[in-house]
């Protein structure tokens, strides 16, 4: 099998997968929609946890 089509498969496998297990859990449909919805809170906490990071380690270090 050609490599292109052995990705495209299983991309159209994977996608499908997604969309039964959606189809047949209605709560983690609501799940995703919630988190969806609440992304634009959630890229500020992300944020913040980098900014964190970038002080302990970033800021301290000497220069060469």
Known sequence: MNP???????????????????LLFPPVMKFVEMGASELRYLWWLVLLVF????????LGKKKK
Not at 51 to 58: K, V
């Open 4 to 22: 292109r089509y052995a990705f495209v498969f299983k991309l159209l496998a994977a996608l499908l997968l997604i969309v039964g297990l959606a």
């Open 51 to 58: 900014l964190a990071a970038w002080l302990i380690w970033g």
